[in-house]
């Protein structure tokens, strides 16, 4: 079945700093959304994006569905930005909607 | 526009006991899923629904969890006996329609002991 993998699977970072987040995946989608888990476990959607380029505030991402994977990119971090980072994927083929194993972000003040 | 609403927000119950979860999705979602998320790993799908129509329901331990959705709008998913290895917290999401954004509810921690 498709694979979805995320990295790195985990990332400390000091308040301020930038960072990248991967999601890589097998198969073709046309679907692809990122969200942030925050510390009491809800799923917040960060964007919506099968391609293309998209940015909200410190936040953007980055999906090239012909070479199968999206980037996340937060920019001057902030302790708030702490959490688990997934993309989700749905395939062309089918319905289905697969999650990545996360990436868990801890922003250090 | 209200979001995802999910109820109880925890429950603690013992092996073997039986335990409810409510989801009503946004306003006009067509597609309801359930999802299982152990700590530490990612949401896995239990059930999909189209409607009032399963789409998905390949991963649901069918011997003990069991979904409705009636009417197509409100959800109920349902766990008899529980097991300990069913601690998890268990998450609504709609979406317009397949293969639009989904939307997530708060989630339904549930501990088995």
């Known amino acids: 079945g498709i694979q979805v993998e995320q990295s790195p699977p985990d990332l400390i970072l000091q308040e301020g700093a930038n960072s990248t987040l991967r999601c890589n995946f097998s198969?073709?989608?046309?679907?692809l959304q990122w969200f942030h888990q925050n510390p009491w476990g809800q799923l917040i959607n960060l964007f919506y994006?099968?391609?293309g380029t998209k940015q909200n505030g410190r936040l953007s991402a980055t999906t090239v569905a012909t070479e199968r994977y999206s980037l996340l990119y937060i920019s001057s971090s902030q302790t708030t930005d702490s959490g688990v980072y997934f993309c989700?994927?749905?395939?062309?083929?089918?319905?289905?909607?697969?999650f990545g194993k996360g990436t868990r972000l801890h922003i250090l003040p | 526009e209200a979001g995802v609403a999910q109820s109880p927000r925890y429950k603690i119950i013992e092996k073997r006991q039986s335990v409810a979860f409510w989801c009503n999705p946004i306003s006009g979602h067509a597609t309801l899923y359930w999802y299982q998320q152990i700590l530490g790993q990612g949401p896995k799908l239990l059930i999909q629904?189209?409607?009032?129509?399963?789409?998905?329901d390949s991963q649901l331990p069918k011997d003990r969890f069991s979904a409705e959705r009636l009417k197509g709008v409100d959800s109920t998913l349902k766990i008899q006996p529980a097991k300990l290895e069913d601690s998890a917290v268990y998450l609504c999401a709609s979406s317009l329609a397949t293969g639009w954004a989904i939307y997530f509810g708060e989630g339904s921690w549930l501990t088995v002991v």
């Open positions: 629904f189209q409607n009032n129509g399963v789409v998905d």
């Open positions: 198969d073709s989608v046309n679907n």
């Open positions: 989700a994927v749905k395939m062309n083929r089918d319905d289905k909607i697969i």
């Open positions: 994006i099968p391609s």
